[in-house]
């Protein structure tokens, strides 16, 4: 069976400074994608980033970007710069190849201080 | 920009009544999913749909059932609502199943069941 682990249900981190998420996943597929979402307390689930089993370089988006060490099997999200307005509900999710199902953890909420 | 549409953002209903929740899209994926979210427990899979009339169900099936007579439209259906049912409902989809491909998710609806 699939499995996302999220460990951290919170953490807080100083404006500005840099933060990182842990997600690690279980899959014997060899061909996988896995995201992040950001849930503000609006609700609603913003996309953040993509890492696929089979990319080389880890993936950037902005201030986003994504920590995959595929041996381990951990796709960490890193925060650069952390904003006031990055004070979220964080989703990691996995999707294997040429299945419908994502898979989420069960979240990490962060709180950046001013 | 591809747009998830849900019904209502706030419900309240009473133990037994059937419930009915709408979800539309507006560009043409064939897969489209109903989720839960509860605190703690991340997003949890009640029932996706990858055609028309085709369904599957997902982890947490029982208590409800879904409907896709069109291909824009998903509903969800609680036959007899109870108070476990109270939670945050997400709608989502996607076009097809490539890894690659993100899920665009509704802006949820709470719904209290009393």
């Known amino acids: 069976a699939q499995k996302i682990t999220q460990t951290q249900p919170g953490m807080f981190v100083q404006e500005k400074e840099a933060v990182t998420l842990d997600c690690t996943y279980d899959?014997?597929?060899?061909?996988?994608?896995l995201f992040w979402y950001k849930q503000p307390s609006s609700g609603e689930m913003i996309f953040l980033i993509y890492?696929?089993?089979?990319?080389?370089q880890n993936a950037t988006e902005g201030r986003y970007s994504l920590n995959f060490q595929k041996a381990r099997k951990s796709a960490n999200l890193v925060i650069s710069a952390s904003q006031l307005g990055d004070s979220a509900m964080y989703f990691c999710a996995m999707r294997r190849d040429n299945f419908n199902k994502f898979y989420f953890g069960s979240g990490t909420k962060l709180n950046v201080k001013p | 920009d591809v747009k998830v549409t849900q019904s209502s953002r706030y419900l309240v209903k009473r133990t037994g009544e059937k419930v009915f929740l709408e979800c539309v899209q507006d560009?043409?994926?064939?897969?489209m999913f109903w989720y839960r979210q509860d605190p703690g427990l991340g997003l949890r899979l009640i029932y996706f749909?990858?055609?028309?009339?085709?369904?599957e169900k997902g982890d947490i099936p029982e208590g409800y059932s879904v409907s896709r007579e069109k291909k824009e439209r998903f509903s969800l259906i609680l036959e007899s609502a109870s108070t476990n049912q109270t939670s945050m409902y997400l709608c989502a989809s996607s076009p097809d199943r490539n890894t690659n491909e993100k899920l665009f998710f509704g802006s949820g609806t709470q719904l209290s069941v009393l």
């Open positions: 560009m043409d994926h064939e897969n």
């Open positions: 890492q696929g089993s089979y990319d080389q």
């Open positions: 899959t014997s597929d060899p061909s996988y994608g």
């Open positions: 749909s990858y055609d028309v009339k085709m369904k």
